[in-house]
């Protein structure tokens, strides 16, 4: 049961939660073949398909545990291993991934986001916290948050307590004075909870709560969340 009087500050998952994120990166993913098409022919040859492309990214993820922490790396060092095994210029690897990345932070807001950041961050301190490497200032949103709180700064990811501790520290509250909102049963939720924070778990898809522990409050809007708040 959430604990209105103890909320001070409000910490915001970002992909997923304030917008759909597979939509957005697999259309940065086809923008991104498209570009090596023209510029990278044999590496488009190769990898025919974006999803081709994918499965490089994935099996870097395993080959690079030291970028777990940091998915721009991760994804600029696959395309550079695409280039060079089919090839290409490997030094082609740092403007496909700016044309990714751009394309990947062209995301669309759930129509719910927006009015729901106005209405928070008019009474909490908001914070960002996301293992993505979604940039606020890129997206539009930073003026409603306080600060904005990555894996690849911190070094850490969630479910880890520290990252959320970073979140409290970087709102200027204590953990338990935060209430931390998120769609990941155990990314969000239960790692908020093991921080010592409040978890609000937004379910927009109606999914049955996976785990013993429950969340403090399920949503399957922000709009709901906004009203648990008034």
Same mark, same amino acid.
């Given at each position: #049961?959430?604990?209105l009087? /103890? +909320?001070?500050? +409000?910490?915001?998952? &970002? ?6 994120? %597979?939509? /957005? ?9 498209? %570009?090596?098409?023209?510029?990278? @022919? #044999? ?18 993820e ?27 210029d ?23 986001? &927006? ?5 928070? !961050? ?11 490497? !979604? ?16 894996? +690849? =700064?911190?070094?850490?990811? =969630? @479910? ?5 501790? !970073?979140?409290?520290? !970087? ?12 769609d ?6 239960l790692?908020?909870?093991?921080s010592? #924070?409040?978890?609000? %778990? &937004? ?5 049955? %709560?996976?785990h013993?522990?429950? @969340? ?15």
């Amino acid at each position: #049961m959430l604990n209105l009087r /103890t +909320i001070r500050a +409000i910490s915001l998952d &970002l992909d997923d939660t304030l917008w759909p994120i %597979w939509p /957005t990166i697999e259309r940065a993913e086809t923008v991104l073949h498209e %570009w090596l098409a023209l510029n990278a @022919p #044999m590496t488009a040859a190769r990898f025919a398909t974006p999803q081709a492309l994918r499965e490089i990214r994935n099996a870097m993820e395993l080959q690079r545990p030291d970028l777990a922490h940091d998915l721009a790396a991760l994804r600029r060092e696959s395309i550079r291993v695409a280039l060079c095994s089919a090839g290409d210029d490997p030094a082609l690897a740092e403007p496909a991934f700016e044309l990714f990345f751009a394309e990947r932070h062209n995301v669309t807001l759930f129509p719910d986001a &927006l009015p729901a950041l106005e209405f928070l !961050a008019a009474r909490y301190p908001l914070v960002s916290l996301t293992n993505g490497n !979604a940039e606020l200032g890129r997206i539009g949103l930073e003026p409603f948050f306080v600060a904005s709180v990555a894996a +690849i =700064k911190v070094g850490l990811s =969630k @479910p880890d307590p520290r990252i959320f501790h !970073a979140a409290a520290q !970087a709102a200027g509250v204590q953990p338990e004075e935060v209430l931390h909102v998120g769609d990941d049963a155990l990314l969000d939720v239960l790692g908020a909870r093991n921080s010592g #924070m409040q978890a609000a %778990w &937004l379910n927009r898809t109606q999914a049955l %709560w996976p785990h013993e522990e429950r @969340p403090d409050l399920e949503l399957s809007s922000l709009g709901e969340l906004c009203n648990a708040l008034t």
